[in-house]
């Protein structure tokens, strides 16, 4: 315990540590924040939301999560598969099913639990069954700039809790570079060997890179792998790409049906902390046994199920934005607005979403550009400071109008101008 409570002093008066917030009300982009440290409250415009349609308060998903409490209570409790399933469960998942175009969707409480669930369903086949026999080893390949739920799921795929219940064969693990299609061609050439289990991941969008997955590309790949399977998450891409906010097979004008034209096997996770209001995931696919592995994987069986507000939520905002496209474009349109505004600044902004990472100058530390923007213009944005490009992520949403992101671009270049002027004279 010494060690820890070395390591915890050291963080802190090394200031590594995030400052927090707590959020009291909210009125559109307008927030009453109380910082924990001091207890004192500001209004503030934020930038560092992931409600990127604007959902969060809208009449009808608030009601749809206020009745579903009347009728179901505020949780299930219990797992799906005993007694935790309700009609808005099936509801849901047939609402993402249409939505994304793959036919089958299993839910679950997060997305570190259904990446979990998948990684685990697909390698090891968990629950042993008479006269079958798993032999074939599964090679996973995971562009290197992936989310966490993605990193912790296949690191540990090898040794997931299903290969505790039964033998499976081996599974291995390689990185690829980051949204280099050629690079996945080279990777699969030089360690693929013929029987192999082939899946790759991504994410659609890239949280801290603002950047795209080449999906065309790999397919172009993967269609010299025949049965191989082709894992998309889609937290940040569901609602935000495509005409229609369907992701990224929409936004390359594809659908789901053009990668198992080809061979190959789509798999979408979709999230709904972002567009959908809510929290959760769900697993979507067009192989129909696929989703009682999932059901059964021990991140699904061993955990509550989505409770009744959330699920509530979730459904309505996915059908709002199915009736009303023009969230969509809505939130296309200030994306570029801002991006270009942030360029006539003179700011590097990475990507090209409404995941906006800008680059900060190696003598402006992002931590405290972030407090300068909150106490001198009241302009809430994210500071990442401990990576290797330190950065400030803003989340452009479809409810921000042209008067908030031009003070925003106008706040961030008079901090920069000023928080460099100090650098010099320092």
């Avoid at 200031?15 to 209004?43: F, M, S």
């Avoid at 079958?132 to 809790?161: M, P, Q, W, Y």
């Avoid at 570029?336 to 530390?365: D, H, K």
Wanted: hydrophobic share 40%; aromatic share 6%; net charge negative.
């Amino acid at each position: 315990m010494q060690v820890i409570k070395e390591y915890v002093e050291r963080w802190f008066d090394s200031d590594l540590d995030p400052d927090e917030y707590l959020c009291h009300k909210k009125q559109g982009n307008l927030v009453e924040i109380e910082e924990a440290r001091t207890g004192e409250r500001h209004t503030v415009l934020t930038f560092c939301t992931n409600d990127v349609l604007g959902l969060v308060q809208n009449p009808q998903v608030q009601q749809a999560a206020i009745d579903a409490i009347a009728n179901y209570g505020t949780s299930n409790s219990s797992c799906s598969v005993l007694s935790g399933r309700i009609p808005l469960h099936r509801d849901l998942e047939r609402e993402i099913s249409e939505f994304k175009h793959l036919p089958h969707t299993q839910l679950f409480i997060n997305a570190w639990m259904a990446m979990q669930a998948l990684i685990d369903a697909f390698c090891h086949l968990a629950i042993p069954v008479p006269g079958f026999k798993h032999t074939r080893e599964t090679l996973i390949l995971s562009d290197v700039l992936n989310h966490g739920c993605i990193v912790s799921a296949v690191v540990n795929a090898g040794t997931r809790s299903g290969k505790i219940f039964g033998y499976s064969p081996q599974v291995r693990m390689k990185s690829y570079r980051h949204c280099d299609a050629e690079d996945l061609a080279r990777k699969l050439k030089r360690y693929a060997r013929p029987g192999d289990r082939i899946l790759v991941v991504t994410d659609a969008v890239f949280s801290m890179d603002g950047d795209i997955a080449p999906l065309p590309a790999m397919l172009d790949v993967l269609q010299h792998y025949p049965d191989s399977v082709l894992v998309m998450d889609e937290a940040h891409a569901s609602g935000a790409l495509g005409a229609t906010g369907r992701g990224i097979y929409e936004h390359f004008g594809l659908t789901p049906q053009d990668a198992i034209d080809r061979g190959v096997v789509p798999i979408i996770m979709t999230t709904f902390s972002k567009f959908a209001a809510s929290a959760g995931a769900a697993i979507s696919t067009h192989v129909k046994e696929f989703k009682p592995l999932l059901n059964v994987s021990p991140t699904s069986i061993g955990t509550i199920s989505l409770s009744p507000p959330l699920a509530a939520a979730a459904l309505e905002s996915i059908r709002q934005v199915r009736q009303h496209p023009e969230l969509v474009e809505r939130l296309q349109a200030n994306t570029q607005y801002l991006r270009s505004r942030l360029a006539e600044e003179g700011f590097t902004a990475v990507g090209e979403t409404n995941v906006v990472p800008v680059l900060m100058p190696p003598e402006i530390n992002p931590k405290e550009f972030g407090r300068r923007m909150l106490e001198d213009h009241g302009i809430w944005i994210s500071p990442i400071w401990f990576i290797a490009k330190p950065r400030m992520r803003i989340t452009v949403n479809a409810i921000h109008t042209q008067t908030e992101m031009d003070k925003l671009a106008n706040a961030m270049a008079a901090t920069r101008d000023m928080m460099y002027r100090s650098s010099l004279t320092a």
